[in-house]
């Protein structure tokens, strides 16, 4: 048991060094201001496609956030600071927006998966907390959040997102003769200065 414990540590502090993560800070008040959304969450399911890796999660309990109960979130899975998600495992997730509607974690954060033997939870050590514990501190001091609705939540998309909103046809008719009449004006006005000035 001590050389798996050895060999866990082993792997993870080289992970460590090679992915250069700053000083791991317990999670706090502070800590959880850092980051978008925080929820305790299952794996649905994981994909790879265009180079982009998926978890999708179905959301237990949202402590921060606006978000809707199923929730897909980018990783890095190819590089020093890849992480790995599996169907079915429980995770306490902290993300944050990566582009307006898209979420990401990465390997230096301090999102951490469920471990039924708590022996096996390497993350524990740094965390100060068991998973049971870090899941009561966020829920008292974060509370539980409801669940964005799905037409809420689109609306919101619509309202954040750039818009092009087109005057209508009275308008765009009105707008043209505003603009022809300042035209004259300014025609008029220069002209008479250049007949002053002969």
Same mark, same amino acid.
């Given at each position: 048991?001590?050389?798996?414990?050895?060999?866990?540590?082993?792997?993870?502090?080289?992970?460590? #060094?090679?992915?250069?993560?700053?000083?791991?800070?317990?999670?706090?008040?502070?800590?959880?201001?850092? /980051?978008?959304?925080?929820?305790?969450?299952?794996?649905?399911?994981?994909?790879?496609?265009?180079?982009?890796?998926?978890?999708?999660?179905?959301?237990?309990?949202? /402590?921060?956030?606006?978000?809707?109960?199923?929730?897909?979130?980018?990783?890095?899975?190819?590089?020093?600071?890849?992480?790995?998600?599996?169907?079915?495992?429980?995770?306490?997730? /902290?993300? *944050?927006?990566?582009?307006?509607?898209?979420?990401?974690?990465?390997?230096?954060?301090? *999102?951490?998966? /469920?471990?039924?033997?708590?022996?096996?939870?390497?993350?524990?050590?740094?965390?100060? =907390?068991?998973?049971?514990?870090?899941?009561?501190?966020?829920?008292? #001091?974060?509370?539980?959040?409801?669940?964005?609705?799905?037409?809420?939540?689109?609306?919101?998309?619509?309202?954040?997102?750039?818009?092009?909103?087109?005057?209508?046809?009275?308008?765009?008719?009105?707008?043209?003769?505003?603009?022809?009449?300042?035209?004259?004006?300014?025609?008029?006005?220069? =002209?008479?200065?250049?007949?002053?000035?002969?």
């Amino acid at each position: 048991m001590r050389k798996i414990l050895f060999f866990i540590f082993l792997v993870f502090s080289k992970a460590i #060094n090679a992915c250069n993560c700053p000083p791991f800070e317990v999670v706090s008040a502070k800590v959880c201001f850092n /980051y978008n959304v925080v929820f305790y969450g299952k794996v649905d399911s994981v994909s790879v496609s265009n180079g982009y890796n998926t978890a999708y999660f179905t959301i237990q309990e949202l /402590y921060k956030g606006k978000v809707q109960q199923h929730v897909k979130i980018n990783f890095d899975a190819t590089t020093a600071c890849m992480m790995s998600f599996s169907k079915n495992e429980e995770w306490l997730m /902290y993300c *944050s927006f990566q582009r307006f509607d898209e979420l990401a974690v990465n390997f230096c954060g301090h *999102s951490r998966k /469920y471990f039924s033997d708590t022996s096996q939870d390497f993350y524990q050590l740094a965390a100060q =907390r068991t998973f049971e514990e870090e899941k009561l501190f966020l829920r008292s #001091n974060l509370l539980i959040q409801p669940f964005v609705e799905n037409d809420k939540f689109n609306q919101q998309q619509v309202d954040f997102k750039p818009h092009n909103n087109q005057p209508s046809g009275f308008n765009k008719l009105l707008l043209l003769l505003t603009s022809f009449l300042v035209m004259i004006i300014i025609y008029i006005v220069t =002209r008479k200065k250049n007949k002053k000035n002969d």
